[in-house]
């Protein structure tokens, strides 16, 4: 425990007070790439543990998806020994992570007030919905953003109801705006000495993560509405039927869409003024679709994806979850690693030198709590 490890993050010791998925997902990143993260647990343990189905040999795989590399402690904030053992681990850490709710900690002397007046190298990281401020009561769960931010708005067809994205996004990016701070900070404490203190809230990395949208909105007066698979500036960038089933069609430049023309067999309409350059095509959008539906509806969707791939046109089949991965081992990505006999999604970083580091299976509860109570109290 605490000694130098293997990776761009060996010796860095993280104390990960978090749970559900903004916080873990920021440490199990931090993880791969080497710290040493000690995952203390409520008696209960965390939250995801209970979500399922879907489950692997009785664990949630939720659980399973967010938390490898890790070491589980069980720590009982109400107790004073467990308390006493948490301020050690507080006082020891590089970092700590919570996403209690604002001031949650602070009757626990775990708050950054307290944990920086011991440990004045601490980079502390605090993830919660709605900031510290006036929105400081309101829980931070990813639906609630979804919904406040702007996003379901956007999400659905024009004359259905708003929709949510089918994943936790903003908790996803919240963890990766966390575990960049992070990152920041610890290379600040580097030239300087000291740490400080990182704060990330869904809703602000739902609005960054809006970029155009959000974008349209404070630079241009735009009112973004939902517009179900179509693009407010691009044509073609949807999903267009094929012989058997769907394919995403980009055109992102007028050469893209020259090509995809050539494919199709209508190189002429890359000449027609109607759809010359991407604004006509968006203008003309309703003119031009059923054009290109007519071409594409002749063959299947996996002969265009060969024929448009290799002419450099942006296109992809819609698969599901299974598909996604399939492709991914297609093209020699790699996608799933095996810790201790429990399949995973690899870290999406690649580094050449010091690349991600997968030791420690996903932690049953307080499976490392004699080992880690043992270090806390040896000194």
């Given at each position: 425990m605490g000694e130098q490890g293997a990776g761009p993050l060996g010796g860095i010791l993280v104390a990960d007070f978090s749970r559900i998925l903004a916080g873990p997902y920021a440490t199990m990143l931090l993880a791969d790439l080497g710290a040493e993260v000690v995952k203390v647990e409520a008696p209960a343990g965390d939250d995801t543990r209970a979500w399922m189905p879907p489950v692997r040999e009785g664990t949630s795989t939720y659980y399973l998806g967010v938390n490898r590399n890790k070491r589980s402690v069980v720590l009982d904030l109400t107790d004073p020994v467990d308390l006493d053992l948490?301020?050690?681990?507080?006082?020891?850490?590089?970092?700590?992570?919570?996403?209690?709710?604002?001031?949650?900690?602070?009757?626990?002397?775990?708050?950054?007030?307290?944990?920086?007046?011991?440990?004045?190298?601490?980079?502390?990281?605090?993830?919660?919905?709605?900031?510290t401020g006036a929105g400081a009561d309101l829980p931070g769960y990813d639906l609630m953003v979804q919904a406040a931010s702007g996003l379901m708005s956007l999400t659905g067809e024009p004359d259905g109801p708003p929709?949510?994205?089918?994943?936790?996004?903003?908790?996803?990016?919240?963890?990766?705006?966390a575990a960049l701070g992070i990152l920041a900070a610890l290379h600040h404490r580097e030239r300087s000495g000291?740490?400080?203190?990182?704060?990330?809230?869904?809703l602000s990395s739902a609005l960054s993560g809006l970029v155009n949208h959000a974008s349209g909105h404070v630079a241009g007066g735009a009112a973004p509405f939902r517009m179900g698979n179509a693009h407010p500036s691009l044509f073609p960038y949807e999903p267009m039927p094929a012989a058997d089933g769907e394919l995403?069609?980009?055109?992102?430049?007028?050469?893209?869409?020259?090509?995809?023309?050539?494919?199709?067999?209508?190189?002429?309409?890359?000449?027609?003024?109607?759809?010359?350059?991407?604004?006509?095509?968006?203008?003309?959008?309703?003119?031009?679709?059923p054009i290109l539906a007519d071409r594409l509806a002749r063959r299947t969707r996996d002969e265009w994806f060969r024929d448009l791939r290799v002419a450099g046109v942006p296109c992809a089949p819609i698969n599901t979850v299974d598909g996604g991965v399939a492709l991914a081992r297609e093209l020699g990505l790699d996608p799933v690693v095996t810790v201790g006999g429990v399949p995973g999604i690899r870290n999406p970083v690649g580094l050449s030198?010091?690349?991600?580091?997968?030791?420690?299976?996903p932690p049953r509860l307080d499976e490392h709590g004699d080992e880690i109570r043992a270090w806390l109290t040896a000194d």
């Amino acid at each position: 425990m605490g000694e130098q490890g293997a990776g761009p993050l060996g010796g860095i010791l993280v104390a990960d007070f978090s749970r559900i998925l903004a916080g873990p997902y920021a440490t199990m990143l931090l993880a791969d790439l080497g710290a040493e993260v000690v995952k203390v647990e409520a008696p209960a343990g965390d939250d995801t543990r209970a979500w399922m189905p879907p489950v692997r040999e009785g664990t949630s795989t939720y659980y399973l998806g967010v938390n490898r590399n890790k070491r589980s402690v069980v720590l009982d904030l109400t107790d004073p020994v467990d308390l006493d053992l948490a301020r050690r681990l507080a006082g020891r850490a590089d970092v700590m992570i919570q996403n209690f709710r604002p001031g949650g900690l602070r009757r626990f002397g775990l708050d950054y007030d307290s944990v920086v007046a011991a440990n004045e190298r601490i980079v502390y990281a605090s993830i919660s919905g709605f900031g510290t401020g006036a929105g400081a009561d309101l829980p931070g769960y990813d639906l609630m953003v979804q919904a406040a931010s702007g996003l379901m708005s956007l999400t659905g067809e024009p004359d259905g109801p708003p929709y949510k994205a089918g994943v936790a996004v903003f908790d996803v990016m919240a963890g990766l705006h966390a575990a960049l701070g992070i990152l920041a900070a610890l290379h600040h404490r580097e030239r300087s000495g000291v740490g400080q203190h990182v704060e990330v809230d869904l809703l602000s990395s739902a609005l960054s993560g809006l970029v155009n949208h959000a974008s349209g909105h404070v630079a241009g007066g735009a009112a973004p509405f939902r517009m179900g698979n179509a693009h407010p500036s691009l044509f073609p960038y949807e999903p267009m039927p094929a012989a058997d089933g769907e394919l995403v069609v980009i055109a992102g430049n007028d050469g893209q869409f020259r090509r995809l023309c050539q494919v199709l067999g209508v190189p002429e309409l890359a000449d027609d003024p109607r759809f010359r350059h991407n604004p006509d095509r968006t203008a003309n959008r309703e003119a031009l679709r059923p054009i290109l539906a007519d071409r594409l509806a002749r063959r299947t969707r996996d002969e265009w994806f060969r024929d448009l791939r290799v002419a450099g046109v942006p296109c992809a089949p819609i698969n599901t979850v299974d598909g996604g991965v399939a492709l991914a081992r297609e093209l020699g990505l790699d996608p799933v690693v095996t810790v201790g006999g429990v399949p995973g999604i690899r870290n999406p970083v690649g580094l050449s030198a010091t690349p991600p580091r997968y030791d420690l299976p996903p932690p049953r509860l307080d499976e490392h709590g004699d080992e880690i109570r043992a270090w806390l109290t040896a000194d």
